[in-house]
């Protein structure tokens, strides 16, 4: 199974696909492929997505984030751990592209990697009597506790280990039975190694690895149990045959080929079982499916004829049109939830729907939104773009579940501030107050789980620990804004002196502008603000900063305050 680059956002989280989101977050991990362990992945994070499974370093995160495709994993498989050993889930890649990449390899396993022989093995349900097929995956051999067992496809209660190994047990004994009867005894001869004599010798024996029974040291399996005998005899003539016929299901051997291992993921710091639930939850409904639908059919307006167009005039028309626009509606809501393959045939009608009725839902919730952001694009509608809903049934129960979702919060925050196209720092002039951003993040996130003051407080410290592009900043006065990264004090004196400067060369109305073309225009805090897009209380801050620094002088008048340009120093 390769594992392929991804690209990450500006909060080094990954880069979601279209119709793609997040379903669970754990730091503390580790990859393995096969049973090596890949050194230089052993300290970061994963993302379970509908459509993938992320890691990203904690040290080189744009170096080391790779993901797996969920459309290439055939199961996954769960390991509690032991002792030192600490629990790992199994992606499993699918068999069909397993069998072809290992039918390249060597004449040996071309062998192995052929088709195998359809499994009739089969297991009685004891609470319906229904007659189930044996799982391929079920090994008599090396089947544990911790082996996924598949419920009865009727009743939907899971069997015991025990009734599935008996009837497993069975079954190899009878195709062992029919398989000795249909061979001649020259066949069998022959299948012995000749005449027999170097497999049969005076008092020797086979012991069964599973029950200990001392068998016939030409038996191929355990007259008591059934278990493979193979590996307690040496290696002779014709064991090959008896390999392939062996109890169980193929083993693949994959040592000679590369990029087809199953990747193990190594959880330190708890959350596998979580992630293990999660995972057979997103291959079963297979989300990644819906963007391979095809398009819904739309009938023109052409198709309608004459007499349609004149019966849907008037008040009665539009009364019909209602009638059967909410029919139809009902009709795919009931169809499209019958069972699973009917909802992935009309997922895409479902969200064309959704969008539809989306509007007259939210009109209200909107009407009462007067922040400049929320009025130009409505932050939930963002919130939903982005993925960026980050709720703590996301994350494990362990013991460091706060640090990690604060650690999240701080991510969602700053993709949430400095997207390219919609952040909210683009439309609030690079700095906005702590409180404004606190109200519009919790109103974006449409009453799921709302951020308390101090988890959002604490999220904004992780800001420059993380390396964020975004930092919080404290001015003199107690006021707390986040701002970008690369904004300094001397950027936005330079930035509010050219801006005084230009009062200067253009002509101005205002009576206020007297001597213009000398001294230019005193501007006020509210000037300030309307001119950079600031709040009053940021740009009030910013005019004493730069008052501060030396570039502006301030005039205090029955008014109010304004501010200069300082000119004082030109005239010495």
Known sequence: MSLSQIHLTSALRPSLLPNEALLFVQDAVGLYQGKAKLAEYQNGQTYLTTHRVCYVDNVTPREQCVAIDLKDVERGEIYAGFLKSSPKVTLVPKLPRLAIALGNGSSHASQVAAPPQQNHATWICTICSYVNPMPGYLDPVTASETTPLEPCLSCGIKPSLAHLLKASIASVSR????HSAHLSPREALAKSGGDGSSLISAGASLECPRCTFQNHPSLLSCEICGASLTSQRPLLSGDDDAQRSSPGPPSFDTSHTTGIEAVKISFRAGGDKIFYERLRGALQQRKWLVDLAPPIPTRS???????????????AGLERRGQQLRKKNEVVIGNAFDDLEALMASAKEIISLAESLAPHSEHAANASIGASVVSSEDPSTLLSQLNLTATRDMLSASSNNDSLYLTELARSLAEFLTDDVKGVLRFEGGIITLVDLWSIYNRARGGVELVSPADFFAATELFEKLDLPVRRRTFKSGLLAVQERSRT????????????RTFREVPSNDDTALGHGIW????????????????????????IITEARGALCRETSLEGVRFWENLFDQCR
Do not use: H, M
Not at 175 to 178: G, N, V, Y
Not at 521 to 529: E, L, P, R, S
């Open 175 to 178: 195709k062992r039975a029919e």
């Open 520 to 543: 230019g225009k005193g501007v006020t805090a509210q000037d300030a603000a309307e001119r950079f897009g600031w709040s009053v209380g940021v740009a009030e801050e910013e005019l």
């Open 301 to 315: 307006t052409g198709e309608r004829s004459g007499s349609q167009a004149e019966r849907s005039i008037g008040i």
């Open 489 to 500: 004090e001397a950027k936005t004196t330079a930035s509010i002196l050219s801006w005084l």
